[in-house]
């Protein structure tokens, strides 16, 4: 969870910087959108690769290398001079730190730690990267409303650094390697070590391959699209750009932070009660209802925002919040059950992959929006069309088994709910 939280607080900083940047540097909202939009991309793309190098080489090293990375990615921020040096070091650096870092980790300590209350513990980590926005958001915005963005990144490396020797110290690869069985297991299992790749299969090889074959299952492609859309509605819109947006109709850059944060304090138990009501409720249904009101919600945000802070937007807050990642424990509950648990971790990698992709996608065309017609009404409705559209699509996934399952040559094991 430590490492969820590091991982989400350069994440969700990258909102609350845009205008110190552009005010210090003269750099336009296309320039400092572009980088986030890179950021994103790389995120997501990374995180199958993440995934299957954690199955080759260790959880322990893998988030040990990315906290190293982020640290490295963000302090170096300190010194940039030109745009080039902003989409190399978010693009690039903080986005592969970042995005090694991305739900697939938790989503891989889940289902090799815990049989019981799977969906609780996929809700709890999920709730991590909501925790890291509560945590540095309001800080990030103070610090660079006041001293200066520099003292931002510089909290952020600061803390990713002082994560690595103790992820060092207390992670393990599986219950194996601790004498234990994961949790909710019979007493009796004996305790067996993480499922390995086929010989001399690299990580990449591993994740193209999952690829591959998991193309062949309409349930895929639906959990694909429908993931792009998350993101696309959460961090490419509301996540970069809602602190502008709010700018825009005169509400003070903390005050928005705050607001944000508080989409954090919200999602917290919006992604731990959606947990625990994917080890009860179809996740199908589950999905369709999170899509169907996030979208009818993004409809109404331009009649919302204003310079204050009043109650129908404050409604709009707490909504939004509970709803922000509860996609997620169904997401990965629908990956492990059609696609079983040996390579669901790599295909939630890819699914996860178009989730940042959308949010890519979204940060791009809003600024983009807003650079062209002067406003964000058009980014908002899109997004709002595009969730309801989502909310349909998942109702055409077929039940648990059913055609579009792929079982990637291994034995499917059905475990307790």
Do not use: K
């Amino acid at each position: 969870m430590a490492a969820l939280v590091a991982a989400a607080g350069f994440r969700s900083s990258t909102g609350a910087l845009l205008v110190p940047l552009e005010e210090e540097f003269g750099w336009s909202r296309a320039t400092t959108s572009g980088a986030v939009s890179l950021n994103l991309v790389v995120y997501g793309l990374t995180a199958p690769f993440a995934a299957a190098l954690m199955e080759r080489f260790g959880v322990r090293r893998v988030v040990a290398a990315a906290l190293a990375l982020v640290a490295l990615g963000s302090g170096l921020t300190l010194v940039m001079t030109s745009p080039w040096q902003l989409w190399l070091l978010w693009g690039f650096a903080v986005g592969i730190g970042t995005g090694s870092l991305a739900l697939v980790f938790g989503a891989i300590v889940a289902n090799r730690w815990f049989v019981r209350h799977r969906g609780v513990v996929v809700g709890v980590f999920s709730a991590a990267s909501s925790t890291g926005q509560l945590v540095f958001l309001p800080a990030i915005a103070a610090l660079a409303a006041g001293p200066g963005w520099r003292w931002a990144a510089a909290l952020v490396t600061v803390f990713a650094l002082l994560l690595v020797p103790l992820v060092l110290w207390v992670l393990r690869d599986s219950p194996a390697q601790v004498g234990t069985t994961p949790y909710g297991a019979p007493d009796d299992e004996p305790a067996t070590p993480p499922p390995a790749p086929a010989e001399g299969a690299g990580a990449a090889t591993l994740a193209l391959r999952t690829l591959r074959e998991s193309s062949r299952s309409r349930t895929f492609w639906i959990l694909l699209g429908t993931f792009w859309i998350c993101g696309w509605s959460t961090n490419g819109l509301i996540g970069t750009h809602f602190i502008p947006a709010a700018h825009d109709h005169g509400m003070p850059a903390t005050t928005s932070a705050g607001l944000l944060a508080l989409i954090g304090v919200f999602d917290i138990v919006g992604t731990v009660a959606s947990g625990w009501l994917t080890d009860r409720v179809d996740s199908r249904y589950l999905l369709f209802g999170y899509y169907f009101f996030r979208g009818l919600s993004l409809l109404a945000v331009p009649w919302l925002l204003g310079p204050h802070v009043h109650p129908s937007l404050f409604l709009f807050i707490l909504f939004y919040g509970l709803d922000w990642v509860a996609t997620v424990p169904p997401t990965v509950a629908l990956c492990r059950q059609h696609f079983g648990i040996e390579r669901s971790g790599v295909v939630f990698g890819w699914v996860f992959a178009s989730h940042m992709v959308g949010a890519g996608v979204a940060a791009s065309f809003a600024g983009w929006v807003r650079t062209v017609q002067g406003d964000y009404l058009a980014a908002w409705l899109t997004a709002g069309g595009l969730c309801v559209l989502a909310a349909v699509a998942c109702l055409a996934i077929p039940a648990s088994g059913a055609a579009g399952s792929i079982r990637f040559g291994f034995t499917r094991t059905r475990l307790p709910r």
